[in-house]
């Protein structure tokens, strides 16, 4: 307490929070969304009406005009699409793994695989596989890969509180595992799936090829699976087949839905909040990030339904391509930056719809003790923390502009258990604690609109 109280001292008279006013409209946000909102409805109608929306699918064309037609409906002052190209890569087919010989031995073990997103495959691939823990062991045993199928079994450090910190940790083999095995001559890749979920379901997700070396194909195990992989491979020589089909058709256009409630006072400076209208194939994308879409537009409703009139244009921005290539994000940036557009703040949601902890944020100090002193007004609503660590990928590229970037940070301990796998479906997003993330964003939204940073 003594900490925030400092921090109010420090601050001009101006531009600190007046705590009885802003008390009562952060309320009334607050209760209408916990009474009327619609986010979950519209969360379902994305999910079970659109479904998967890969950049480049049909479903995902069909996810924009479900945006546009949301945005509307919900009080935007204007809506436009903001086109961008898109990358159209396809799954191609049914991915398998069949361990077909161990030790000599004919047998059939299928496993429970993905390819993963990006990855490219042209039928079925037959070698011994080379099981190592990490890069390190890969290194050191390379004289061994040519001609194999290399499995790394890196998996989450159980020990990170912080499950986020262990995805930043292990997500390297994925994204570029399959090239450094490919620098030694492997023929195909598999991956230990960036979980830590008891399920089995693989995860997939982006990978990228180094230009220099094949393009071998590459696919993640569900960790059950892999755990046996695992334990043969420290016992045994096995042998197995993996099949993929995935590939890239040619680029087409997307969009980024754009939606504007208009400011009163600076109309030409800018506050986004945004959630990528992509997923994966897979599933039905209701925590990554259909949650970070609806908390968009219901923060929208709300504001409007409560008469709030903004001091500064407020976008909702729905992206494109965030999954496999950041296409949308990098758009708005580049289109901001040409036509000369102040960007006071950028908030994402794209972390789950988790009941709200606080938020990661990339600002200067001066910009992080105002907002540590709004910490009194957000924590009867969730809001424990602001932490160091920049916003979410779609507003990260606004930071070339200089503006500070923000990023909702939910409960983090059951958001790996769905991410990029098939598991990622409505029925596993909770009402309430969607709601009350929208109820977080909003109030922050509101303080940085009235005070700035």
């Not at 799954?91 to 793994?97: E, I, L, N, V, W």
């Not at 000599?104 to 997103?117: C, H, I, M, P, Y």
């Not at 890749?189 to 693989?202: F, G």
């Given at each position: 307490m003594k900490k925030i109280l400092i921090l109010l001292l420090a601050l001009p008279l101006a531009a600190m929070a007046q705590p009885g006013d802003d008390a009562a409209v952060i309320k009334k946000i607050s209760d209408e969304i916990l009474r009327n909102g619609r986010a979950y409805e519209l969360l379902y109608q994305l999910t079970k009406q659109v479904g998967g929306r890969l950049a480049g699918s049909p479903q995902f064309a069909k996810a924009i005009q479900w945006g546009k037609t949301a945005m509307e409906k919900n009080g935007a002052d204007n809506v436009f699409l903001q086109e961008c190209m898109v990358p159209h890569w396809v799954r191609g087919g049914q991915d398998k793994a069949v361990i077909i010989e161990v030790d000599k031995k004919k047998t059939s073990r299928e496993l429970d695989v993905l390819a993963l997103g990006n990855?490219?495959?042209?039928?079925?691939?037959?070698?011994?596989?080379?099981?190592?823990?990490?890069?390190?062991?890969?290194?050191?045993?390379?004289?061994?890969?040519?001609?194999?199928?290399?499995?790394?079994?890196?998996?989450?450090?159980?020990?990170?509180?912080?499950?986020?910190?262990?995805?930043?940790?292990?997500?390297?083999?994925?994204?570029s595992g399959p090239s450094r095995a490919a620098k030694y001559g492997a023929v195909g890749v598999m991956i230990r799936s960036l979980t830590e979920s008891a399920a089995n379901d693989p995860h997939t997700g982006a990978m990228a090829y180094m230009d220099s070396f094949p393009?071998?194909?590459?696919?993640?195990?569900?960790?059950?699976?892999?755990?046996?992989?695992?334990?043969?491979?420290?016992?045994?020589?096995?042998?197995?087949?993996?099949?993929?089909?995935?590939?890239?058709?040619?680029?087409?256009?997307?969009?980024?839905?754009?939606?504007?409630?208009?400011?009163?006072?600076?109309?030409?400076?800018?506050?986004?909040?945004?959630?990528?209208?992509?997923?994966?194939?897979?599933?039905?994308?209701?925590?990554?990030?259909?949650?970070?879409?609806?908390?968009?537009?219901?923060?929208?409703?709300?504001?409007?339904?409560?008469g709030y009139k903004p001091k500064h244009t407020i976008r909702f921005v729905l992206f494109a391509n965030e999954e496999n290539g950041l296409r949308g994000g990098t758009k708005y940036a580049e289109e901001a930056k040409a036509k000369g557009e102040k960007h006071i703040f950028a908030l994402e949601s794209d972390a789950g719809g988790f009941t709200p902890r606080g938020f990661s944020v990339g600002v200067n100090k001066e910009q992080m003790a105002k907002l540590q002193s709004w910490l009194p007004l957000?924590?009867?609503?969730?809001?424990?923390?602001?932490?160091?660590?920049g916003g979410g990928a779609d507003v990260s590229p606004?930071?070339?502009?200089?503006?500070?970037?923000?990023?909702?940070?939910?409960?983090?301990?059951?958001?790996?258990?769905?991410?990029?796998?098939?598991?990622?479906?409505?029925?596993?997003?909770?009402?309430?604690?969607?709601?009350?993330g929208a109820v977080n964003m909003a109030a922050l939204i509101y303080l940085v609109d009235k005070y700035g940073l």
């Amino acid at each position: 307490m003594k900490k925030i109280l400092i921090l109010l001292l420090a601050l001009p008279l101006a531009a600190m929070a007046q705590p009885g006013d802003d008390a009562a409209v952060i309320k009334k946000i607050s209760d209408e969304i916990l009474r009327n909102g619609r986010a979950y409805e519209l969360l379902y109608q994305l999910t079970k009406q659109v479904g998967g929306r890969l950049a480049g699918s049909p479903q995902f064309a069909k996810a924009i005009q479900w945006g546009k037609t949301a945005m509307e409906k919900n009080g935007a002052d204007n809506v436009f699409l903001q086109e961008c190209m898109v990358p159209h890569w396809v799954r191609g087919g049914q991915d398998k793994a069949v361990i077909i010989e161990v030790d000599k031995k004919k047998t059939s073990r299928e496993l429970d695989v993905l390819a993963l997103g990006n990855s490219l495959g042209s039928g079925t691939v037959t070698a011994e596989v080379l099981a190592v823990a990490d890069f390190a062991e890969l290194e050191r045993r390379k004289d061994e890969v040519k001609g194999k199928i290399v499995y790394y079994n890196a998996g989450f450090d159980p020990t990170n509180v912080k499950p986020f910190i262990s995805y930043g940790q292990t997500g390297i083999y994925r994204r570029s595992g399959p090239s450094r095995a490919a620098k030694y001559g492997a023929v195909g890749v598999m991956i230990r799936s960036l979980t830590e979920s008891a399920a089995n379901d693989p995860h997939t997700g982006a990978m990228a090829y180094m230009d220099s070396f094949p393009k071998i194909p590459a696919i993640a195990v569900g960790p059950r699976d892999a755990d046996e992989v695992w334990i043969l491979s420290r016992k045994s020589n096995f042998t197995m087949s993996m099949t993929t089909n995935g590939h890239f058709l040619p680029d087409t256009i997307g969009y980024n839905v754009v939606a504007e409630l208009k400011g009163t006072e600076f109309p030409g400076q800018f506050i986004t909040v945004g959630g990528h209208l992509d997923s994966w194939d897979v599933n039905e994308g209701a925590s990554d990030d259909g949650t970070g879409v609806v908390h968009t537009i219901e923060i929208m409703r709300a504001l409007q339904a409560i008469g709030y009139k903004p001091k500064h244009t407020i976008r909702f921005v729905l992206f494109a391509n965030e999954e496999n290539g950041l296409r949308g994000g990098t758009k708005y940036a580049e289109e901001a930056k040409a036509k000369g557009e102040k960007h006071i703040f950028a908030l994402e949601s794209d972390a789950g719809g988790f009941t709200p902890r606080g938020f990661s944020v990339g600002v200067n100090k001066e910009q992080m003790a105002k907002l540590q002193s709004w910490l009194p007004l957000l924590s009867p609503y969730g809001t424990e923390e602001f932490t160091n660590g920049g916003g979410g990928a779609d507003v990260s590229p606004l930071m070339s502009l200089g503006t500070p970037v923000s990023e909702l940070g939910p409960d983090q301990q059951r958001y790996f258990d769905l991410h990029h796998a098939r598991s990622d479906v409505f029925e596993k997003v909770n009402k309430r604690e969607l709601l009350l993330g929208a109820v977080n964003m909003a109030a922050l939204i509101y303080l940085v609109d009235k005070y700035g940073l």
